[in-house]
């Protein structure tokens, strides 16, 4: 790990990843997003689970509703969801250093498919999501300088109605996602549309994790410093090699 706490481990070599490759099952939905399927243990998803809990008991962050994407004339106003960091104070990092390797290796697995790889990778925000009945997000793409989006799945399908993830392929055809617990979905944050449905029961988690280029990100600030009711002083690239003043944040949220 470098010295910024909110810098990506250095990305595994190929040779790394293809040691691990072997152990994955994905494909693609659509170019520019793959699905890795059953990526996680269900252990796994109780660590990352565990993580939030000791965000919250040692009050590294809170809980806060976002709300963004195109509002729908069938849905109404989006409902948005609750969000907490977990990068915060190195929470996750510390504390889940093998589930962040091995998402690493899919980083860097899917960041050689990429026309322009990333050179010099940092962490743009690692998210702990959790949707309830009504919430829901509209139509969009993840900006603020991130360039790859990753979304894991921790619940059980069992555990909540509706909430489904849908991507617009390369024509533009709306998919639905079959995603199950320990599933998880890696994409080009600029170009892939995506959306959530609105929930009509029970609990469905995420753990979002955006990546971008190291310069581009100082450059901006960090996306989570302009979240509702997050702290942000504890969220921005601390040490950026060049600090400078951070643009004003849109209005138009992008987050998954
Ligand atoms: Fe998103």
Request: charged residues 35%; glycine residues 6%.
């Amino acid at each position: 790990m470098r010295d910024n706490p909110h810098m990506c481990p250095v990305l595994p070599s190929p040779k790394e990843y293809e040691l691990l490759k072997p152990n994955w099952d994905y494909n693609m939905i659509t170019p520019g997003l793959l699905q890795f399927h059953r990526l996680y243990t269900e252990k796994e998803c109780e660590e990352i689970r565990d993580t939030y809990f000791y965000v919250l008991e040692n009050r590294v962050d809170s809980m806060g509703r976002v709300s963004f994407g195109e509002d729908s004339s069938k849905y109404g106003e989006a409902k948005g969801h609750k969000v907490c960091y977990l990068h915060k104070k190195n929470a996750f990092q510390t504390r889940n250093p093998d589930i962040l390797k091995k998402l690493i290796s899919v980083t860097s697995f899917m960041n050689d498919r990429h026309k322009k790889p990333l050179v010099d990778t940092m962490i743009n925000t690692i998210e702990y999501i959790r949707y309830k009945k009504g919430d829901w997000l509209g139509w969009h793409t993840d900006l603020r300088g991130s360039e790859l989006t990753t979304v894991s799945m921790l619940s059980e399908q069992s555990e909540y109605e509706g909430g489904t993830f849908q991507v617009k392929d390369k024509d533009d055809v709306v998919v639905d996602l079959d995603f199950k617990q320990g599933d998880m979905i890696i994409f080009l944050s600029k170009k892939i549309e995506h959306r959530i449905k609105p929930m009509k029961d029970g609990r469905r988690r995420v753990m979002v994790i955006e990546i971008g280029n190291a310069d581009d990100l100082c450059r901006s600030g960090s996306s989570s410093d302009s979240d509702s009711s997050s702290d942000s002083s504890s969220s921005k690239p601390k040490n950026c090699r060049k600090s400078k003043k951070r643009r004003s944040s849109s209005k138009k949220r992008s987050r998954s």
